[in-house]
């Protein structure tokens, strides 16, 4: 009898290990789908980073500028292109984004 026990006890040991297997697969999966996209971009879209990397630059530029006593016309016309090109980088950012939000909705449903 005592062996039986232990046969048991194996048997729903392994079925409880293989249900809270699959349960933890299951969660990451549903986690990993309602992270933000921008974050799953960053780590696996080369054209979101390159855009990312361009806009940290642009503002970066931008602090610098903004940081000088005196803004000479040069200055002003370089900090409103570079404002143009920190939103156009936003934009494609965006758009990116809004294309991978609407995949994502059309696989889950």
């Known amino acids: 009898m005592g062996s039986r026990l232990t046969w048991e006890t194996r048997v729903v040991s392994f079925d409880y290990v293989s249900r809270y297997t699959t349960t933890s697969h299951e969660e990451e999966r549903m986690a990993e789908l309602q992270r933000n996209p921008r974050d799953i971009l960053l780590q696996t879209d080369a054209e979101y980073q390159r855009l990312a990397e361009q806009h940290r630059h642009y503002e970066t530029e931008l602090q610098r500028i903004s940081k000088a006593p005196y803004l000479s016309s040069e200055d002003l016309l370089e900090e409103i292109k570079l404002k143009k ?22 696989y889950t449903q």
């Open 85 to 106: 090109m920190k939103l156009h980088c936003k934009d494609e950012m965006e758009r990116i984004a809004a294309r991978v939000q609407r995949a994502r909705t059309h």
